[in-house]
């Protein structure tokens, strides 16, 4: 399908200028298999600010939250869901954990309220902290699968995406992260540049962990670093 | 809880949340199109899925609902011949695209049935997905109700690649592990309502005059809170073992143990057996899976030294684990006059199984003899205790006949006791977490025995039986342990609603999956289906695979995974795809074993 859409895009571009203003919508991985700058980006919704290493560049840490992006996400929930019927769903904290269903959508609207649907389909109301977790652990389910069925590369590749904030696609690689993109397990963000990152999902696979300290180490060891410490999964919210 | 915590073992992954109700509550509160993804491991548990959502939507939604089912393979009769993109456009596409009017309205569910894709038909439902993909809006419009799609795991993963934007659309998505539905539909009602599954049909017996002797002695259980002496015990297992001395006997064994190749991994287990022979009847030690003492304190001794002991036979010692196991069934005798109430069921758990792991030690190497006064001394002793344990005695004693007469070379006699064995296990309430792998096991063997005697239906029913019991809706440690041992002891039944709930399966039954998997190809087999043969293999691989990273799980995981490699590329082979049948050789040699040990099943 995207060598359609490519040839299409690629090849066909001159008959595509049609006398009259026009929209095209193209999938996700046109990004990195035509990079133009005509093509402007819808981002994901930035949920977090990241601490970096200031001598070393790399990534050591996840940032706090982002209030601007966060209390976005929560106004989108709350047009579809009033507070009284989160407080059934969710119990009476339901600001701090609708805080981690937000967190863990990456920003992506879509995700936030499928995972919304998904609370509200639980048996019971409100839901435990036990099926709370596995609710989120279920959605995550579904972004593990993906990356498990394209081997060791489907990690190592989310893992640089996570140390650089950039996606960069090397010759033999267009297939694989055009099925990360698509997935949405890479997602795109914007503020004063655009910049990538991986699903919040993806971090609690202990394999993509260990790469990322496995790559981390080594651009670290490369430069005469210490190490930082070891990873840690992230908490909800 | 993080992933990490629950990736540790295999059995620490808890069963999804209850797959089959957040679907039906799904569809209920649906008004218009939706799309949901239902991921089942085969094509036979879609089928139950399909058959269980017709049957509780109606009643949830309080309306009709109308299913259409979309299969590509309804009229695709040249078996072994791709799809060709006129069968997928027929049967699939053009009602999607096209609804009929009547199909276009909410309250008609559309299925596209997936499950049976097989993998040279990979390109047509490529081909058909990319078509969705393109008319996907067209598609939401034309249904008005909700459109599911039934996929294996890979095509699931299929359909994310070749129609991304229809599979970003997507309201949910639903796994459905296993074999935890029967086609009837009845299997998951039965569970709902708190009942064991019904027992399968039996196969024809051929009118073994001991089956039917040993039929007239199953000992009663007492009324709760009385119990009868040891003594009284072995009184009631008297005519038991009159029959057994009448009608036993001996002729050579039909294969011999081999020996297999496996890895010392328990080195402290002379220690604690001489630790335990220097303390207390009682074990007071808390020993982890590795041998380490964690900490001192009374806890369920049973467990410990059954541990220890599966550990040392599944990494190869099997005198260790013979010695141990003789260890459990002495002091289970002797203990038994000094334990409170509460611990009767463990001590009996403990004396019935290691007694029957005793048995199957030397069944697998072959010693007819050693076996044969074990299966008598098992029928003298009758258990340190009656009711209850009695009843888990009986069952098991069954379960060793069987494996004696399999051992013998006679197949049908053992498959009798095997089928007695499963229906005296379904007879018996939950026992806490020492025994819930029984009944699987016992199923296991039933079908594998069926199949020896070229019995290919039952052994097929029977292994999906295994699978069932071994799926995480039904045999997980949470729903065994529901009703405590002292509950139990209390006579207490078990409760419906705890019944249901589920808990992380446990390590031993991913061995047995893997067997239970085995069987049900082999069967599938010789019945002549080899697509089903084909995808239980896959199946069996994968378990036997996913477990070579556990070292006391390896020497088991090694043969299963092995024989299923063997096994695809033999399959592969008759039916002419040498690309397929040389991957799965390098597979095969990969796992690095050039014949199959006891992990196999016995052949």
Known sequence: MLNSVERVFANGAPYLRLPVHVIYTVPPPMLVRMPTDSVRFLPMIKLRTWDRDPAEGAVVARGKPFPEGVAVAREMVRRRVPDGALAEFLGPDFEGRLRAIIQWSGGYPRELLRLMQRVMTAERFPLSDRLFQRTLRQAADESSRIVFSNGQRALDMPAKVYLTQKLTVDPGEHVLADRLLTGNLILRYSNDKEWDDVHPALLELPALREAIERQQAALLAARGSTPPPALTAPAPG | MTAESLADEPGDEPPPDDELGRLVRSLVLSERFHFYVAVCETPRAADALLDELASKLPAERGAEVRFVRLDPYAKHEEFGEPLSADEVVAAALEPLVYPPEANRRHGVVHVLDASRAAPEDEQAFRWLFGRMNERRNHIARALGGELVLLATPDVEQLFVEAAPDFWSIRSDTYVFYGEAFRADGTQVASRALGHPP??????????????????????????????????????????????????????????????????????????????????????????????????????????????????????????????????????????????????????????????????????????????????????????????????????????????????????????????????????????????????????????????????????????????????????????????????????????????????????????????????????????????????????????????????NLYPQAQGLAFAAYRELAELYDRMGDERSAKYYRREARRIGLDTCGPGDGFG
């Not at chain 2, 009767?344 to 697998?364: I, K, T, Y």
């Not at chain 2, 044969?372 to 006949?401: C, D, I, N, Y």
């Not at chain 2, 440690?477 to 139990?488: C, F, H, I, M, N």
């Open chain 2, 198 to 551: 019904p027992a399968p049909p039996a196969p024809p017996l051929g009118g073994a005059p001991e089956v039917v002797t040993a039929t007239l002695w199953p000992p009663k259980p007492l009324p709760s809170g009385r119990h009868l002496s040891p003594e009284v015990a072995r009184e009631r297992f008297k005519p038991f073992l009159e029959f057994v001395r009448e009608h036993w006997s001996v002729s050579p064994p039909k294969r011999p143990f081999e020996p297999d190749r496996l890895p010392e991994t328990l080195t402290t287990l002379e220690e604690l057996l001489e630790a335990k022979g220097r303390g207390s009847s009682l074990w007071r030690e808390q020993v982890g899976s590795a041998g380490n003492v964690r900490a001192q304190e009374l806890g369920p001794w049973p467990y410990v030294p059954e541990e220890l002991a599966e550990g040392a036979r599944l990494a190869g010692q099997a005198d260790v684990a013979r010695r141990i196991y003789r260890t459990i069934v002495d002091d289970a005798r002797r203990d038994g006059r000094n334990v409170r109430d509460g611990q009767w069921l463990l001590l009996d758990a403990a004396f019935a199984r290691a007694f029957f792991s005793l048995v199957a030690l030397e069944v697998e190497r072959g010693d007819v003899d050693a076996a044969r006064t074990l299966v008598v001394e098992m029928a003298e002793t009758g258990g340190p205790k009656p009711a209850l344990g009695q009843q888990l005695t009986w069952a098991l004693w069954l379960q060793s006949l069987g494996l004696f007469y399999r051992c013998l070379g006679s197949t049908e006699s053992a498959l009798a006791y095997f089928v007695q064995s499963i229906a005296a296990l379904r007879a018996l309430p939950p026992l806490g977490t020492t025994t819930p792998e029984l009944l699987p096991e016992g199923l296991v063997l039933a079908s594998e025995s069926a199949l020896a005697l070229g019995q290919a239906e039952f052994a097929v029913e029977w292994a999906r039986a295994a699978l069932d019991a071994l799926s995480p809706r039904w045999g997980s440690t949470g729903l065994w342990a529901a009703t405590s041992d002292d509950e139990v002891a209390r006579g207490a039944p078990p409760e419906p609603a705890r019944w249901g709930s589920k808990g992380p399966r446990p390590r031993a039954y991913f061995p047995l999956e893997a067997r239970a998997l085995l069987a049900l190809a082999r069967a599938h087999d010789a019945y002549g289906d080899i697509r089903e043969a084909l995808a239980a293999l896959k199946r069996a691989a994968k378990v036997g695979d996913s477990l070579l990273s556990k070292p």
